[in-house]
Nanobody, 127 residues
Framework: QVQLVESGGGTVNPGGSLRLSCAAS????????MSWVRRAPGKGPEWVAI????????WYADSVKGRFTISRDNARNTLTLQMNSLNPEDTALYYC????????????????????WGLGTQVTVSA
């Protein structure tokens, strides 16, 4: 069965960095575009970074552009999010999510219609 397991969350001071990882299993990882989606308290889900299946293209939400970097290792079935210059507005539960193969990525992105999600890892940015 499809499994997405996130790790690497924690509490950091403003300006700090964290590196999130997602271990994927149960499907052919290199077939799927992948994303990191976050949900802050009291808010809806917000995708923050997307990477295509072979890692050649990435997209970022304006709120994280220049600070976050998404990458993937298809040999190890791993997705990573490097987060730098963190600020309190980045506090959220971060999910690794998979794009389905039967919908255009722009639709999935706009509607957050990822077909599988992990359980999430908490990131808290606080002084």
């Amino acid at each position: 069965q499809v499994q997405l397991v996130e790790s690497g969350g924690g509490t950091v001071n403003p300006g700090g960095s964290l590196r999130l990882s997602c271990a994927a299993s149960g499907f052919t990882f290199n077939y799927h575009d992948m994303s990191w989606v976050r949900r802050a308290p009291g808010k809806g889900p917000e995708w923050v970074a997307i990477i295509n299946s072979d890692g050649s293209s990435t997209w970022y939400a304006d709120s994280v552009k220049g600070r976050f970097t998404i990458s993937r290792d298809n040999a190890r079935n791993t997705l990573t999010l490097q987060m730098n210059s963190l600020n309190p507005e980045d506090t959220a539960l971060y999910y690794c999510a998979r794009a389905p193969l039967d919908k255009p990525l722009e639709v999935v992105q706009a509607r957050n219609e990822w077909d599988y999600w992990g359980l999430g890892t908490q990131v808290t940015v606080s002084a």
